[in-house]
């Protein structure tokens, strides 16, 4: 496991074909999880932003140390330690996975323990955490992706907005995954909240991104700006305020952006 921003973290769980044929693995994995007595913990996963295309994995037993990377495949899995919308730590208080169950897609069950010699049970926020697709395991000498890295977004926002009306603002997400992605599981979510003075806040709030002008395939590199509407309410006080944006598209890189304005009477 390996830690990312704002307590964000992530894993991969590896796959070895030890058969004497080859394996197809395709889609999405379900994980649960499990605490150090057994018990199931509840939790909600949400699909990981991953392509989803089918991995042929060849038997490992005869492959070379330069090949074998081709009976292998990984699973990610991304959790955090932290508040998703960067504002402190989790509500409920953290939750610890001591085992792990995968259910393939297709039949097949394995259980296992989720420590490792370099880690420890896994600690998250309850109940969300991400599972991604199947992916090949990188050739040798070939450069690793970055677990979770998907995408990277920036904030414009105008440097003043006035209580009782809208504060219109951009949001630009790029792609810097180094291949094409997808959103199986429907648009992401994003988060917003505004925060004033004397720890006036709007509140966390929760919608879906309207992804449809992003395509079916999201190339490498590719840019797309969104137009954000917020409404500052009439009671608001005036003063300096913080805005804070976060896109949920299941990767571990999706600490929420800040940005600073004032806010001033009509």
Do not use: K
């Given at each position: 496991?390996?830690?990312?921003?704002?307590?964000?973290?992530?894993?991969?769980?590896?796959?070895?074909?030890?058969s004497s044929t080859p394996c197809v693995l395709e889609g999405i994995a379900v994980v649960d999880l499990f605490g150090a007595k057994g018990a199931t913990i509840s939790t909600?996963?949400?699909?990981?932003?991953?392509?989803?295309?089918?991995?042929?994995?060849?038997?490992?037993?005869?492959?070379?140390?330069?090949?074998?990377?081709?009976?292998?495949?990984?699973?990610?899995?991304?959790?955090?330690?932290?508040?998703?919308?960067?504002a402190g730590s989790c509500p409920p208080g953290l939750a610890?996975?001591?085992?792990?169950?995968?259910?393939?897609?297709?039949?097949?069950?394995?259980?296992?323990?989720?420590?490792?010699?370099?880690?420890?049970?896994?600690?998250?926020?309850?109940?969300?955490?991400?599972?991604?697709?199947?992916?090949p395991a990188t050739p040798a000498g070939a450069g690793a992706l970055v677990p979770g890295q998907y995408f990277q977004a920036t904030l414009k926002v105008p440097p003043t907005a006035i209580v009782g009306q809208a504060l219109n603002?951009?949001?630009?997400?790029?792609?810097?995954y180094?291949?094409?992605?997808?959103?199986?599981n429907g648009c992401p979510a994003y988060v917003v909240d505004l925060g004033g003075p004397g720890g006036w806040s709007l509140g966390k709030t929760w919608y879906v991104l309207n992804c449809q002008p992003m395509g079916a395939v999201i190339a490498p590199g590719a840019s797309f700006t969104?137009?954000?509407?917020?409404?500052?309410?009439?009671?608001?006080?005036?003063?300096?305020?913080?805005l804070a944006w976060g896109l949920d598209?299941?990767?571990?890189?999706?600490?929420?952006?800040?940005?600073?304005?004032k806010v001033i009477a009509p």
């Open positions: 496991a390996m830690g990312l921003t704002n307590g964000q973290m992530t894993g991969a769980i590896d796959f070895a074909n030890v909600s996963a949400y699909t990981a932003l991953s392509t989803a295309t089918p991995v042929i994995l060849q038997p490992v037993a005869g492959l070379s140390s330069e090949s074998v990377s081709a009976g292998h495949a990984s699973v990610e899995i991304d959790w955090s330690l932290y508040d998703e919308a960067g610890q996975a001591a085992a792990i169950e995968i259910t393939v897609p297709g039949g097949g069950t394995v259980t296992t323990s989720a420590i490792s010699p370099r880690d420890g049970p896994i600690t998250f926020c309850p109940p969300r955490f991400g599972v991604g697709a199947f992916q603002f951009q949001v630009t997400v790029t792609s810097v180094a291949r094409p992605l997808t959103f199986p969104f137009a954000m509407v917020l409404q500052i309410p009439a009671s608001a006080p005036v003063g300096s305020y913080s598209a299941g990767d571990s890189n999706n600490g929420a952006l800040n940005a600073a304005l």
